[in-house]
């Protein structure tokens, strides 16, 4: 189990998904130690921030090291609702050109 940090005060023990700070430890990743954020709430309203970090990784092979792009957490928030748009109808250009161009009732008996 990764040791926490204990860190009082907003924003994280204040927010509304609050979360708290581990350790990270990894040796084959530089840096090797890095903090992260660990959601406390377990609501499905709660989402983690990320943050993307260029970290050095060593091949446990070769030990050589090469650079990649990792993910994060940095903080949790509230996830972001997005309203479902009302669907649109599309007209019929071919019923609207007959529409516009043709009297109807000459076709009626």
């Known amino acids: ?4 940090i204990d860190i009082q005060g907003p924003p994280e023990s204040s927010a509304l998904c ?9 040796e084959n990743r530089s840096p090797s130690v890095l903090v992260v954020a660990r959601c406390l709430s377990a609501s499905d309203q709660c989402e983690t921030v990320n943050a993307v970090v260029e970290v050095d990784r060593r091949n446990s092979t ?3 090291l090469y650079q990649v ?4 957490a940095v903080a ?6 997005r309203p479902t748009p009302e669907p649109t109808s599309v007209a019929d250009p ?10 109807h009732d000459d076709y009626s008996q």
Do not use: A
């Open 76 to 81: 949790c928030r509230r996830k972001l609702t």
């Open 18 to 26: 609050p979360w708290t700070y581990q350790l990270q430890v990894d």
């Open 62 to 64: 070769t030990g050589q």
């Open 1 to 4: 189990m990764e040791p926490e």
């Open 69 to 72: 792009t990792e993910r994060f």
């Open 94 to 103: 071919v019923s609207q050109y007959n529409d516009e161009h043709y009297n």
